[in-house]
């Protein structure tokens, strides 16, 4: 009868040291997965916004004549755009301009005055926009 009660009482203990073993195991791998659920959330945040930011960046180069007199810069979306830099006739020029929604800047106020001769780049909101 005594073996009886130890069998018993070892299945007992059994199954409390799977359920300790399986409760020790669960906060770690909660916290693994929590962990890399934020990265990819966050990862795919920076992307979507990334895209939503360069679909809604709409800018307009007005090209009237050569001179940057004649080189008009036109915001026509929602979202004021960020101008970092120009490229005219392979000379980059750092600039740090805000052109806001609906609203039209000349090219000289930013560059000087100057004769465009080749192709005309500009970095604006992390896109690149060209004018032959």
């Not at 040291?17 to 934020?38: D, N, T």
């Not at 990862?43 to 960046?57: F, G, K, P, Q, W």
């Amino acid at each position: 009868m005594r073996r009886l009660k130890s069998k018993g009482i070892s299945e007992i203990f059994s199954a409390l040291i799977v359920a300790v073993i399986v409760l020790a195991m669960s906060g770690p791998l909660l916290y693994y997965f929590h962990q890399v659920s934020s990265t990819q959330k966050s990862s795919i945040d920076s992307t979507v916004n990334s895209e939503l930011l360069s679909t809604e960046t709409k800018l307009r180069i007005i090209k009237i004549g050569n001179s940057t007199d004649d080189i008009f810069l036109f915001n026509y979306g929602e979202i004021d755009i960020y101008i970092k830099a120009i490229s005219i006739n392979g000379k980059l020029i750092t600039t740090h301009a805000d052109l806001q929604p609906d609203s039209m800047i000349s090219l000289s106020d930013l560059v000087g005055n100057m004769t465009v001769n080749g192709p005309l780049l500009i970095n604006a909101n992390g896109q690149y926009f060209l004018e032959d």
